[in-house]
């Protein structure tokens, strides 16, 4: 039932096949400290909730969403790092609740997609332009010179 | 009887299509002139025949047919009836009909402007434009057909996803579907050349309008879209690299990239070969964006299986046609000569780079996209990719396209001065200059990079404008002789113009209102104040109402600026009665400054309620800035040398433009 309704979601909406996030962060939820909540904002917007379609902890609504983002504050007060926490809940949940996926052999090729496409594009246009003879236009000989001053005495051709 | 009207109709134009794939293509081959005419009228009573199906269809809609499938599970009889004719495609069947309508509007098209075309070219292109169609209409009716009766009927319908019934959202499809279907001419148009094993300027000067248009409908799809998610998601998000978000951008990267390097062959028959591949790979594109849409199979590996007779049916689709487009090129493609020659510092090697970096996006939305699916069908393993990767990587590589793009234009074609250009444009960094200095001294608060992302948005406005400033003289000539430049400029150089402020229009808005954006969670009780964006807004409660098909909670915020009373607030929490279902309505109140966006939420246990306030400063600059580009397009499309069908202007112009 819930695969069907996603897929009417996903065919209609055509883009953007998000359910509709009402409230995600709570204000009974957010620390009292605001140097605090805002690195948890910032930890929310990197995890995925992982009962959702492609929305980020801090932008769903679903319990689990706000259970993961209770999980988190309470690393926070416990004195984590940023990473510590990341860490805290790939260990519980696995790679899957990174929205960055982490630089690692599975992942290498996605990382450097960008560089790879982007040094062949060069290379095939370094190689193209090496291929061609050169633009550069040679200066009239002094015959072809005479030749243009006569058409101009001329009135043109 | 009209909807089996329409069935028929949808059969009769799967058999002329077959006819017009056949028929004209073996017409050029054997140089039969009666054969290759076939198209035309083929073309057109393809459109006529799918046009009377979709109007069945909608017809079915607006009467509240509920005896037919499709209509029983996606319609309500209590549905306003904008939204009884939008959920035509608001739905997987009726989304496939209105694609392969629009598809045979672009047909149909061709076959009717195509008049100065050589007839073989014209035949083929129509010949293949057929192959698309008799693919999707066998899709349509083998997988997906619309017109399937119930007996017994329902007495009423499971109603449309209320989070659709939106005016933004119920013309949001067409207008995406004009753009990924109309680069299929583009597709066309490759093909038949590379079986011609022809191609010249004149090429390129058929194909541009064609791409152009497909790419306007596609930005300004886009973007409608993207407003849509902002207003009525409810956390005034506009962007979410979502998988079939990414479906969309990716043809619209390679159709911007398109657009540029078929301005090179036609100017400079340079980049033959290329801008075939790009034509391929763009529609490509599209198709695939279809495909993931359709099938489910990025939002979930699981809903393939739901339907897996559709998701492979596209997936075949898309193979024959960019295997087969792609086989053909790599026969053909060294065949066609190359043209025109020039140094990489000229205004053809600008346009390489813009491509190089365009397509370098492209593969970087493509592969980020597809690549959870593929480590998980290789390994097991499952990963997401979302924002975080997606801004990390892409944003990078839009910067030097930013900084290239004023440049390009100032560039002469052939070989140029790269310092010239470079002077032309010092006034254009002067004010970007200004506009970090203008930042710091209202008060920067943020990423530190934010300024300068802001000054490059600016830095490509005023390059814009610049450029044209040169191009008409301005203050190099007396303001009488400027104007007359700017009138004798082409419209097409006005659509660069606006094309590019639209894109510098654009940077600004994302940069601002993401570096800048003033946000509140708060509980609310009435009575209460907050001061947000230089608002004070004041809660005054709420209140239970009711609209034509939902029910609603909504809040009611007094918004003062400077004392005095300027707008009431009301955002709301409505449910829909079919089916029943919450959704959010923000209250928004916008300004040239940006846009105060109130949410309200939950009722709380000791009173009050849950509040989210934000101030989104300079957000309609994205909107804006898209809008401003699609009308760019407008523009150069009614150019006269891009006017299909238009004669050739012999007169010379009265002033020659100087090739600078």
């Known amino acids: 039932m819930m695969h069907r309704y996603f897929a009417i979601v996903a065919f209609a909406l055509t883009i953007f096949a998000n359910v509709p996030a009402s409230l995600a962060v709570q204000p009974n939820e957010m620390l009292p400290d605001p140097v605090l909540e805002q690195r948890a904002r910032n930890i929310s917007a ?26 988190v504050r309470e690393r926070l007060v416990a004195h984590d790092t940023d990473q510590q926490v ?24 996605l990382w450097l997609t960008p560089a790879l496409v982007f040094a062949a594009g060069l290379t095939l246009a370094a190689r193209a332009a090496a291929r061609q003879p050169a633009a550069e236009a040679k200066p009239l000989s002094e015959k072809e010179k005479a030749e243009v001053a006569k058409i101009m005495a001329d009135g043109g051709p | ?160 996803n209320p989070i659709l019934q939106d005016p933004a959202l119920a013309f949001h499809p067409p207008f995406l579907y004009t753009g990924y279907v109309g680069f299929s001419i583009a597709f066309s148009f490759a093909i038949a050349a590379l079986l011609e094993g022809r ?65 090179v062959m036609e100017k400079r028959e340079a980049l033959k070969v290329w801008t075939i591949l790009l034509a391929i790979l763009t ?15 990025l939002t979930s590996v699981h809903s393939f299986a739901v339907d897996p007779a559709r998701g492979v049916f596209i997936l075949a689709i898309l193979i024959f046609f960019t295997g087969g487009g792609l086989t053909l090129f790599a026969l053909r493609a060294k065949d066609m000569q190359t043209g025109g020659l020039f140094q990489p510092i000229s205004r053809e090697g600008s346009l390489v780079l813009n491509n190089l970096l365009l397509v370098t996006a492209t593969a970087t939305v493509l592969v980020g996209t597809l690549y959870p699916m593929a480590l998980e069908g290789l390994t097991g393993q499952k990963i997401s990719v979302g924002p975080p990767f997606f801004n990390m990587t892409f944003g990078p590589l839009m910067i030097p396209l930013l900084l290239a793009l004023p440049l390009g234009p100032m560039l002469p074609w052939k070989r140029g001065d790269l310092a010239g250009a470079m ?32 000054a490059l948005g600016v830095y490509v406005m005023a390059g814009a404008v610049i450029e044209w400033a040169n191009r008409i003289k301005f203050g190099k000539t007396g303001l009488g002789e400027a104007a ?135 957000v309609r600059f994205i909107w804006l800035g898209a809008l401003i580009m699609f009308i760019g397009g407008g523009i150069s499309l009614s150019d006269r ?11 010379p112009r009265a002033i020659p433009v100087p090739a600078e």
């Open chain 1, 46 to 71: 990197e995890l995925r909730c992982l009962v959702c379609q492609n929305q980020s902890i801090d932008d769903s609504d679903a319990p689990l969403a706000a259970d993961l983002r209770r999980v």
């Open chain 1, 86 to 109: 990341l860490d805290y809940l790939v260990a519980r949940y696995g790679e899957f609740v990174l929205l960055k996926p982490r630089f690692e052999l599975s992942t290498v090729l």
């Open chain 2, 1 to 160: 009887m009209i909807v089996e009207f329409g069935h028929f109709a949808l059969i009769l134009a799967l058999l002329v299509s077959a006819v017009q794939v056949i028929v004209p293509a073996a017409g050029a081959s054997f140089k039969d002139e009666r054969m290759m005419r076939v198209a035309e009228p083929a073309a057109i009573s393809q459109l006529l025949l799918i046009a009377i199906a979709f109007f069945a269809l909608m017809y079915a809609y607006v009467t509240s047919d509920f005896s037919v499938a499709n209509v029983a599970a996606n319609s309500h009889s209590t549905k306003p009836l904008i939204y009884k004719m939008a959920g035509v495609w608001g739905n997987h069947e009726g989304s496939m009909l209105l694609w392969v309508l629009i598809l045979a509007l672009f047909g149909a098209a061709v076959a009717i402007f195509g008049t100065n075309l050589p007839p073989t070219l014209k035949a083929r292109v129509l010949s293949v434009q057929a192959a698309i169609a008799l693919a999707f209409l066998l899709f349509s009716l083998l997988t997906s057909n619309p017109f399937i009766r119930l007996d017994p009927a329902p007495s009423d319908g499971n109603g449309l």
């Open chain 2, 199 to 263: 191609i010249d300027a004149a090429w390129a000067r058929w194909v541009r309008p064609w791409t152009l248009a497909a790419w306007m409908f596609l930005t300004i799809g886009i973007a409608m879209g993207s407003w849509w998610a902002y207003y009525e998601l409810g956390w005034g998000g506009w962007w979410f690299w979502d998988p079939v978000e990414n479906a969309s951008f990716m043809p619209w990267l390679a159709g911007t990239a398109l657009l540029h390097s078929a301005l």
């Open chain 2, 283 to 297: 529609f490509s594109l599209s198709l695939m964006g279809t495909f993931i849409v359709r099938s489910g199979v």
């Open chain 2, 423 to 454: 002077q032309r444009l010092a006034f254009a960094v002067l004010i970007a200059i200004v506009a970090v200095v203008a930042i710091f001294a209202i008060g920067h608060r943020g990423p530190w990079l934010a300024p300068f992302g802001i």
């Open chain 2, 484 to 618: 007359r430049r700017a009138r004798n400029l082409p419209r097409s150089a006005y659509g660069t113009l606006l094309a590019h402020f639209g894109v510098g229009m654009l940077v600004v808005g994302i940069i601002a209102t993401s570096a800048y954006r003033e946000e509140h969670i708060l509980v609310m009780k009435p009575g209460q104040s907050l001061a947000v964006g230089g608002y004070n807004v004041t809660f005054t409660g709420v209140e239970s109402g009711r609209g034509p098909n939902y029910k609603e909670d909504f809040a009611d915020f007094d918004v003062k600026r400077d004392g005095s009373s300027i707008a009431r607030l009301k955002p709301s929490k409505r449910v829909y009665d079919a089916p029943p279902q919450p959704t959010t309505e923000a209250g928004i109140h916008a300004s040239w400054r940006g846009d105060l966006y109130l949410v309200i939420g939950d009722g709380q246990p000791g009173g009050g309620y849950a509040v989210r306030a934000y101030f989104n400063p300079l």
């Open chain 2, 641 to 651: 040398r891009l006017r299909i069908g238009a004669p050739s202007r012999h007169v």
